[in-house]
């Protein structure tokens, strides 16, 4: 049964380099790094199938794009 894994990073470039990884790693681009203003402001993420047909997800809370203060 295939599962959506999503991966929280610290940076753009840590979701950029997730992006190339698994695309080297035989991967599907779902969507590649970018803004996901639709799910908010400050979302920046990349999606992928996996070879065994798993969503995975690297995403990066960017909270200064937002204009907000990061949660404790």
């Known amino acids: 049964m295939p599962h959506h ?3 929280e ?3 753009c470039k840590e979701v950029q380099a997730f992006s190339r990884a698994a695309l080297e790693a ?3 681009d779902k969507g590649g790094p970018d ?3 639709n799910y908010w ?3 920046y993420a990349t999606f992928s199938i996996d070879p ?3 969503n995975i997800e690297a995403a990066y809370w ?3 794009k937002a204009g907000k203060q990061k949660p404790e």
């Open 41 to 43: 402001e400050g979302y």
């Open 62 to 64: 960017d909270y200064n």
């Open 9 to 11: 990073v610290k940076t």
């Open 52 to 54: 065994d047909d798993h």
């Open 5 to 7: 894994l999503t991966f």
């Open 26 to 28: 035989g991967a599907i």
């Open 35 to 37: 803004y996901r203003e």
